[in-house]
């Protein structure tokens, strides 16, 4: 998907890194002013920017929480709380909220598809990722209608906000649990120049963060003690037997990506934060089954590059800005549909003096 091509990808890592680091700013200050902060739903709100802004065109106000991005953000989270609901679509029951807040989101994908359409030229100077959606299923003959963009579109939202914000809770989660591996990240980050206040105004580059080796294995190992998304659904292609068990044709099949990484014997003292376990490479024929946070198959997430540099950014900027202290300690995590913690996850950040 050209979307999320290489080239694509770095047009979209300015974006991320700049609102990444507001994000942050905006944190150090709320907690130097001696409040905690609520990390969950502050990183919810921090990818459902980056995801209007990348994968849907929308240019946010400058000012976070603004009436407009709060709307449409309420309006999302109101759909996904009532994503399981009974088929009962009467005034004040969980279908008819849920359907109610998707016409609200569907409104405003229309008014950015609209202007897709007419031709406007993108007010960042890129194309987002639902822009080139739109071009590709063109230019094959496929173009999509109205209600299969903005069903393509609200998709695209969840995904790309949804799940990066469980993942990078969980980064902060574990790093502020193992200040030895904060540290180790740190030390990578000075080795490539990344640290002190010469670095800060530097704009990250592809190539560079593709030599950040011990982060990249960092987020392998909180994706596999953490997946954002506790497992998925396929349809058997033909009969076939698993186990012993016959699975016939056509029938849902459910698997557990925690449940996967769990069992996997590839991996040894599997409770423990060890992002080292990354650091040799597996035997691909063994991996491509035993870690498996974005799906497997031809079906696997196909925005799953996309997180990868999300989370690489997001990691690299709070490492050389901030500490931070977890006020509940470890959290409980529970999942709807995402894995996030209970308590949301209370939090005191500080700025890093910058010495390893």
């Given at each position: 998907?050209?979307?999320?091509?290489?080239?694509?990808?770095?047009?979209?890592?300015?974006?991320?890194?700049?609102?990444?680091?507001?994000?942050?700013?905006?944190?150090?200050?709320?907690?130097?002013?001696?409040?905690?902060?609520?990390?969950?739903?502050?990183?919810?709100?921090?990818?459902?920017?980056?995801?209007?802004?990348?994968?849907?065109?929308?240019?946010?106000?400058?000012?976070?929480?603004?009436?407009?991005?709060?709307?449409?953000?309420?309006?999302?989270?109101?759909?996904?709380?009532?994503?399981?609901?009974?088929?009962?679509?009467?005034?004040?029951?969980?279908?008819?909220?849920?359907?109610?807040?998707?016409?609200?989101?569907?409104?405003?994908?229309?008014?950015?598809?609209?202007?897709?359409?007419?031709?406007?030229?993108?007010?960042?100077?890129?194309?987002?990722?639902?822009?080139?959606?739109?071009?590709?299923?063109?230019?094959?003959?496929?173009?999509?209608?109205?209600?299969?963009?903005?069903?393509?579109?609200?998709?695209?939202?969840?995904?790309?906000?949804?799940?990066?914000?469980?993942?990078?809770?969980?980064?902060?989660?574990?790093?502020?649990?193992?200040?030895?591996?904060?540290?180790?990240?740190?030390?990578?980050?000075?080795?490539?120049?990344?640290?002190?206040?010469?670095?800060?105004?530097?704009?990250?580059?592809?190539?560079?963060?593709?030599?950040?080796?011990?982060?990249?294995?960092?987020?392998?190992e909180t994706l596999r003690l953490s997946p954002p998304v506790p497992g998925g659904f396929r349809v058997a292609l033909k009969t076939f037997e698993l186990n012993g068990y016959q699975i016939p044709k056509g029938w849902n099949v459910i698997y557990s990506i925690c449940d996967t990484h769990d069992v996997a014997e590839l991996f040894?003292?599997?409770?423990?934060?060890?992002?080292?376990?990354?650091?040799?490479?597996?035997?691909?024929?063994?991996?491509?089954?035993?870690?498996?946070?974005?799906?497997?198959?031809?079906?696997?997430?196909?925005?799953?590059?996309?997180?990868?540099?999300?989370?690489?950014?997001?990691?690299?900027?709070?490492?050389?800005?901030?500490?931070?202290?977890?006020?509940?300690?470890?959290?409980?995590?529970?999942?709807?549909?995402?894995?996030?913690?209970?308590?949301?996850?209370?939090?005191?950040?500080?700025?890093?003096?910058?010495?390893?």
């Amino acid at each position: 998907m050209r979307a999320f091509s290489r080239e694509a990808l770095q047009h979209y890592m300015p974006v991320i890194q700049e609102e990444v680091s507001a994000c942050l700013r905006q944190w150090l200050l709320v907690s130097g002013g001696g409040s905690c902060l609520l990390v969950y739903p502050e990183v919810k709100r921090l990818m459902f920017r980056i995801a209007m802004r990348i994968l849907l065109g929308f240019r946010p106000s400058p000012t976070a929480g603004s009436d407009g991005e709060q709307h449409l953000m309420e309006a999302f989270e109101e759909m996904i709380r009532n994503l399981f609901s009974l088929p009962i679509d009467l005034p004040f029951s969980g279908l008819y909220k849920g359907l109610r807040a998707r016409d609200v989101i569907h409104a405003k994908i229309e008014e950015s598809i609209q202007a897709k359409l007419a031709g406007k030229e993108p007010p960042d100077g890129y194309k987002d990722a639902l822009q080139l959606l739109m071009e590709h299923t063109q230019g094959n003959g496929e173009q999509l209608n109205m209600q299969e963009l903005k069903e393509s579109a609200t998709e695209l939202l969840f995904a790309g906000h949804e799940t990066t914000a469980s993942a990078a809770t969980s980064l902060i989660t574990f790093l502020g649990l193992h200040q030895d591996v904060l540290q180790k990240v740190r030390k990578e980050l000075q080795e490539k120049g990344l640290l002190g206040h010469m670095s800060q105004e530097k704009h990250l580059e592809m190539e560079l963060l593709e030599q950040l080796k011990y982060t990249g294995c960092v987020i392998k190992e909180t994706l596999r003690l953490s997946p954002p998304v506790p497992g998925g659904f396929r349809v058997a292609l033909k009969t076939f037997e698993l186990n012993g068990y016959q699975i016939p044709k056509g029938w849902n099949v459910i698997y557990s990506i925690c449940d996967t990484h769990d069992v996997a014997e590839l991996f040894t003292n599997k409770d423990e934060f060890n992002p080292d376990r990354f650091m040799s490479p597996f035997p691909e024929d063994s991996s491509r089954f035993s870690f498996i946070p974005f799906g497997g198959g031809l079906r696997s997430c196909v925005g799953k590059e996309f997180a990868k540099i999300l989370l690489k950014i997001f990691t690299v900027e709070l490492a050389r800005n901030c500490d931070w202290q977890l006020l509940n300690g470890p959290p409980t995590m529970k999942t709807g549909p995402t894995v996030y913690p209970e308590d949301n996850l209370p939090t005191k950040f500080t700025s890093f003096n910058g010495r390893v």
